[in-house]
């Protein structure tokens, strides 16, 4: 029997306030254990939440950029259950009446093509903290810094049929929550995290298949390979004539295969009911339009006005937008240059390559728009070569000293002298008459040769143009 997959996915990434949601505590990462607390998030008795104006204005904002219906009045409600790293007992979420809902993002991938993903809701909530478990001791920690930061989930419909999609999805929603600059984004430490549920049923039939749910999946890489396996693992199960069990279950990269942890609570033993302790949130249509005024250019119009007034090519348009400090990097370049494809595939290759084998961040560049035009410029006027270009650029890097001065200290002009190269044409010739014969015998692969030799002699300062026509005449 043919199966095919369904998918749904839940994203929680934690925005990016200054302190929680419910009290003033700090939200910095890598405090000492619990520096960062204080009797609300702790879950001491008589306490208060206090709802941070904020974390509302980041959900709001989210939830335009994915295209979802803003509720003018939403709730909080508690979710009890019991876990050490929950002091409360109880976490506070919305359920019932979340702050957004019926979204979607559209994704592209090969081969299927543009598909529409629907977003069910997005909702806040809190975090929970953190156990540490010390085996040479023995005994188990509780960090409570992270309870109470404030969390966005925005769940997915069951839209997703490949692990492609998913990871398409996933990318897709990573870049608009950064550029709208709610998340960091930062997936090592927790910031955008996603479970995913799979399930399958018969081609052709409506009903969903009874599914499983992934947790632990934080790079885009583990979860589509998570649920690729997960796919697997459910054909092997159901050819078996075996149902699939509806469980949560962990991915484990080492290993690359998924494993059972618990099976699934019904959502009624969390006995949901609206917390006491908050009003209902009211959302006006002033605060609404206040928030969209900040949204930026998404990630996807921008990557369309590039390949439309740049003339990129679709793959250069996605990496030159993939944060928007990069896609302003090269803006600012493109503007003060006439050859744009040439400030593109520069920022691509050389800036690019440069910064991720030091690990630098283009924000930290140790070269700015500002030079890197200029360097451009340079080549573009035929002052330099292209092979000058790049000497001058690593010592931009390491000086940052501008790169006209870096030409003249160092004596990379171009050399176009016509008769001064003209001569060195014929010392070339005159040095290697093996080649020479070889070459006019039809070893014309020789040519390189040839240029080689001139680079080689002016430090690859010679007019290319100038030589290859000096060379096809002589030779
Ligand atoms: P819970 O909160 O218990 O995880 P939800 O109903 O909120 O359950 O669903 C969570 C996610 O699971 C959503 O993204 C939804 O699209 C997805 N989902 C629901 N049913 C299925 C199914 N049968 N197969 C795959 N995904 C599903
Ligand atoms: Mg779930
Ligand atoms: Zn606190």
């Known amino acids: 029997m043919q199966f095919e997959p369904v998918i749904g996915l839940e994203v929680h990434a934690q925005l990016k306030t200054k302190t929680k949601i419910f009290c003033g505590c700090s939200t910095a990462f890598g405090k000492s254990p619990n520096a960062n607390t204080c009797p609300v998030c702790t879950g001491m008795p008589g306490v208060l939440p206090v709802l941070n104006k904020q974390v509302v204005s980041f959900a709001i904002k989210a939830a335009l950029a994915t295209h979802c219906n803003i509720n003018r009045e939403s709730r909080f409600d508690r979710k009890n259950y019991f876990y050490p790293d929950l002091p409360k007992g109880y976490q506070i979420s919305q359920y019932a009446l979340p702050i957004a809902e019926h979204g979607y993002l559209d994704i592209e991938t090969d081969p299927s093509g543009v598909q529409r993903i ?26 409570l810094n992270r309870t109470g930061v404030p969390l966005i989930e925005i769940v997915s419909e069951p839209d997703i049929r490949t692990p492609g999609q998913a ?8 870049g608009i929550l950064k550029y709208i600059d709610v998340c960091d984004g930062n997936m090592e ?4 995290r996603c479970d995913a549920n799979i399930s399958l049923r018969p081609k052709g039939q ?41 469980e949560t279950r962990l991915w484990d990269p080492s290993r690359n295969k998924t494993s059972a942890m618990r099976g699934k609570e019904e959502a009624h033993d969390y006995r949901y009911f609206p917390d006491p302790d908050l009003v209902p949130l009211i959302v006006d249509d002033a605060w609404i339009q206040a928030v969209a005024k900040e949204i930026p250019e998404l990630p996807e119009e921008k990557q369309s006005r590039f390949i439309r007034d740049y003339d990129l090519a679709t793959p250069d348009a996605i990496v030159l937008t993939s944060s928007i400090a990069l896609a302003d990097f090269f803006e600012e370049t493109a503007r003060l240059v006439q050859d744009k494809k040439r400030a593109a595939n520069w920022i691509l290759t050389t800036l690019l390559g440069l910064l991720n084998t030091k690990g630098i961040s283009i924000t930290d560049s140790p070269v700015t ?7 451009l ?5 035929g002052a330099i070569t292209v092979a000058a270009g790049k000497t001058v650029f690593e010592e931009m890097v390491v000086s940052s000293k501008s790169p006209d001065r870096i030409v003249r200290e160092k ?31 039809g070893k014309t692969k020789l040519f390189s040769f040839f240029m080689g030799q001139i680079m080689k002699k002016t430090r690859g300062k010679a007019d290319p143009a100038i030589i290859t026509q000096l060379l096809k005449t002589n030779l």
């Not at 430490?189 to 955008?192: H, L, M, N, V």
């Not at 410029?377 to 006027?381: G, H, P, R």
């Not at 014929?426 to 008459?433: A, F, K, L």
Request: glycine share 6%.
């Open 118 to 143: 629907g977003i069910t809701r997005i909702h806040m909530e809190e975090d929970a903290g953190k156990l540490i478990h010390d085996p040479a001791r023995a005994k188990s920690m509780v960090d």
């Open 167 to 174: 990871g398409a999805y996933l990318r897709k929603l990573h």
């Open 189 to 192: 430490e927790g910031s955008f």
């Open 206 to 246: 409506a009903a969903f298949g009874t599914r499983t749910e992934l947790k632990n999946l934080n790079s885009f890489k583990h979860v589509e390979k998570a649920i690729a396996y997960e796919i697997d693992r459910q054909t092997y199960v159901l050819e078996a004539g075996q149902p699939v069990i509806q």
């Open 369 to 375: 728009a500002g030079d890197f035009s200029k360097l």
């Open 377 to 381: 410029l340079l080549m573009e006027q």
């Open 411 to 441: 004596g990379l002009e171009q050399v176009s002298d016509h008769s001064q190269l003209d001569t060195l044409v014929q010392s070339v010739i005159r040095d290697n008459p093996a080649e020479v014969t070889a070459y006019r015998e």
